[in-house]
């Protein structure tokens, strides 16, 4: 299948800082990027859904001025965790999709985020 | 999107075929069957989809039956390495929405 790729895996960082993750689609074009955040023991929630060139369109209770989400090009996304607090803490997952529906979505392995 | 329910957990012995049942009794009709599955700490991978006929890969076979109200993911021959947590999702838009899935663990 195809690749999507996040870095960091795994990041610490400090309380009031903010962090940014990328996602990218190695070989293919994907109009459309999904966030994700899974807490332990828990399923995956969907935070957002991006495309390239317009503005994210973000689910219900996600606050968008602290998840900022920009999808600059069709191969990437990058989610930036602003003025993080030990509860954002958590399992950050991307997906992209070559078309907007009915084809399959393709994950990142995910990037761990410690707020300490 | 419809909804879907999934038990929380199975058991199969390894090389053995694993039965993974969802029910979808409110799916319309042009929404996607998709399955996923999540090894501890890793992103989703997909596995198979389809709309109302089977649908088999390299991975696993998709039964949905003639309603559509439900459906079947079949992995042939159990290993280890298939101990994870399976996902089905209902859905004809643009995002998939995952539930709580079920705890698939293959045992020696």
């Known amino acids: 299948g195809a690749v999507v790729s996040q870095h960091p895996s795994w990041v610490i960082c400090k309380s009031g800082t903010s962090v940014k993750i990328e996602c990218r689609s190695l070989?293919?074009?994907?109009?459309?990027m999904f966030w994700y955040r899974q807490f332990p023991k828990q399923s995956l929630m969907l935070m957002a859904t991006s495309n390239e060139g317009s503005k994210a369109t973000y689910e219900q209770g996600v606050e968008k001025d602290k998840f900022l989400i920009n999808h600059a090009s069709l191969t990437l996304s990058t989610l930036t965790v602003t003025s993080a607090h030990p509860e954002d803490s958590s399992f950050y997952i991307c997906?992209?999709?070559?078309?907007?529906?009915?084809?399959?979505?393709?994950f990142g392995q995910g990037t761990r985020l410690t707020v300490v | 999107d419809a909804k879907t329910t999934q038990p929380t957990s199975m058991d199969c012995a390894e090389g053995r075929a694993a039965n993974l049942p969802c029910n979808h009794s409110?799916?319309?009709?042009?929404?996607?069957v998709y399955w996923y599955r999540q090894i501890h700490s890793q992103g989703p991978q997909y596995i198979i989809h389809g709309l109302k006929n089977n649908e088999t890969n390299e991975m696993a076979s998709l039964i949905i039956t003639e309603d559509r109200k439900s459906s079947t993911l079949i992995l042939p021959h159990a290993t280890l390495r298939d101990t994870a947590v399976y996902y089905c999702?209902?859905?004809?838009?643009?995002?998939?929405?995952f539930g709580a899935g079920t705890i698939l663990r293959v045992k020696s």
């Open positions: 999702i209902v859905s004809a838009g643009n995002k998939l929405v």
């Open positions: 409110t799916i319309s009709g042009n929404e996607y």
């Open positions: 070989d293919f074009q994907a109009t459309t």
């Open positions: 997906s992209a999709r070559v078309y907007a529906t009915n084809t399959e979505a393709f």
